[in-house]
């Protein structure tokens, strides 16, 4: 039998801005079949073992003829597959989809049109551009400007299209911003109306240049402007002084790496989106139950004889969440501990703790494991036992001072630190392509294997291609690692923690705009 396919507007590269049913066909796609202008983020919610197909043109050269994908969504809906051509923007707007689609029919095979929002509308507000507006044009055209200039004349009447609606809109004409200007003018559009090229808008590469049709060629050439980019002709233009949000944000133009286990980056994610950001989710590790026979052994033990602690000391969220996974596994009873004082480094751990309704002694000073000793050091007695659940790569540091100390101490590996499995062809792209501007490290295990993982995709030299990006870590001990492995970070925000992060990376891109602008 065979498969179905949709047709899906990714829309116009910011990943969220994505329809909820365009989502809905990835994340049930077996194959994906995606062209560049689609954000590589949404690639990342294919269910596990879907097939990836790249089909992107470029400019100058493309990697799979038109017709060829056209069969090749046929091939792959015959298999019994369910497939998901993704297109950039909306794919009925010079998307060629009519052309796959009619290949489909005439195999019989079922289709759905998944409409996205189209970069036409979208990109140019992104850079403070409303395509109409009551005061400066009521009326819209979407003109194809990638055409050769005797194919531009065949197919548009510009003695038509030049004065019909107050704005118009070229899409792909970059390389042909000379021509398009010529005629717009030839045609009785005045030299100096407002014209603005909005390039990779709604993504962390947005670049906007505005000029008139008379010196808009001009401008493209000296700055080098190159595609993929939107074209707005009109009045409307002069609303971007007035209008323009994209810019103001705290962490505009930066694109940058979020190494954290996929359950544990959505804060980090979400708040570099929010400040104007893009994130790109590069998962370097996971956290697992402890797989050990004789470790999960130790567990059980440790957590049978709760009520002989004095002292509890969780060194992060991850510890508290699978010490609570072990107690509901063994169904022991938390009220055991009435005797222990919980102590947490950090806030998040605290918090971690008080969303299960315990309240932690949380550290006012340092926050890592130096931090405990400096805080609670004077009421550590000899003698006293101490509960120490932690992941399987956490340092010694802290067990071995506790037991200079004279305290009994209890490790227990609560739970195990992986490598993904997963390589990522499009980071690496980014990378030699100098499009990615930071990377953030919340623990050494980040550190170690984000660099293990690139050159386990054949990256000779990782650390060559991190020497202009920004190195961001969480606290010092994951900075030292850092500079073990041969980085430089660049970034430590003076309190270890998300938040602390995001601020200081905010920092970092004030400084970035005040040095270019001077």
């Given amino acids: 039998m065979a498969g179905k396919v949709y047709l899906v507007g990714a829309g116009p590269g910011d990943a969220k801005l994505i329809t909820v049913k365009g989502l809905e066909c990835i994340r049930k796609a077996d194959v994906l079949v995606y062209d560049r202008l689609a954000s590589p983020r949404l690639l990342k919610w294919m269910k596990p073992g879907g097939e990836k197909i790249y089909v992107g043109k470029l400019s100058d050269r493309h990697t799979m003829k038109q017709e060829d994908i056209n069969q090749l969504l046929v091939d792959l809906a015959l298999e019994g597959k369910t497939v998901v ?8 707007i010079f998307g060629r989809v009519g052309e796959e689609a009619e290949l489909l029919r005439r195999h019989g095979i079922y289709y759905e049109i998944v409409p996205g929002i189209t970069s036409a509308i979208s990109v140019p507000a992104y850079a403070g551009i409303p395509v109409t507006h009551r005061e400066a044009s009521s009326s819209l055209s979407i003109i194809t400007g990638h055409e050769s200039p005797d194919k531009l004349d065949h197919s548009i009447q510009w003695d038509k299209v030049t004065n019909a609606t107050g704005t118009l809109v070229f899409l792909m004409g970059v390389a042909k911003i000379g021509y398009i200007s010529a005629q717009l003018m030839k045609h009785g559009r005045p030299p100096e109306t407002p014209v603005a090229l909005v390039r990779w808008g709604t993504r962390a590469d947005q670049e906007t ?3 008139t049709l008379a010196d808009i060629e001009a401008k493209v050439l000296a700055a080098d402007f190159q595609p993929p980019a939107v074209i707005v002709v009109g009045d409307v233009v002069l609303q971007r002084e007035h209008l323009m949000w994209a810019e103001a944000m705290p962490l505009f133009g930066k694109r940058i790496v979020v190494t954290r286990a ?7 994610v979400d708040r570099i989106e929010e400040l104007g950001g893009e994130p790109y989710e590069f998962p370097v590790i996971e956290t697992v139950m402890q797989r050990d026979a004789d470790k999960q052994a130790e567990i059980f033990a440790a957590l049978g004889g709760l009520a002989s602690y004095d002292w509890v ?4 969220p991850n510890g508290v969440d699978f010490f609570m996974r072990h107690l509901t596994q063994l169904k022991a009873d938390i009220r055991a501990l009435h005797g222990a004082r919980l ?3 950090g806030p998040g751990t605290a918090a971690a703790l008080a969303e299960r309704g315990l309240i932690a ?12 000793i400096e805080t609670f050091g004077p009421e550590l007695k000899p003698g006293q036992k101490v509960l120490l659940p932690r992941g399987d790569l956490a340092r010694d540091w802290l067990p071995a001072k506790l037991r200079e100390l004279g305290l009994g101490v209890t490790e227990i590996d609560t739970y195990e630190t992986v490598v993904t499995g997963e390589d990522d062809i499009e980071l690496v792209k980014l990378l030699e392509e100098k499009r990615i501007h930071a990377v953030t490290f919340t623990s050494s295990s ?10 386990r995709m054949g990256l000779e030299d990782p650390l060559a291609l991190l020497k202009d990006v920004k190195i961001a870590c969480i606290g010092p001990v994951t900075e030292q690692t850092a500079v073990e492995a041969g980085l430089t970070p660049g970034l430590l925000p003076a309190e270890a923690t998300i938040e602390g992060l995001v601020q200081e990376l905010c920092r970092w891109n004030e400084t970035t705009r005040l040095h270019d602008i001077n």
């Fill in 262 to 268: 996929r359950a544990q980056a959505s804060e980090l």
């Fill in 313 to 316: 000391f969780f060194t992060s």
């Fill in 343 to 345: 102590c947490a480094v």
């Fill in 209 to 211: 240049l505005t000029g």
């Fill in 446 to 455: 980040t550190v170690r294997n984000f660099l293990g993982i690139l050159n």
């Fill in 85 to 92: 051509r993704l297109k950039g923007g909306d794919p009925v």
């Fill in 361 to 372: 002694e949380e550290l006012p000073g340092r926050f890592q494991a130096e931090g405990l």
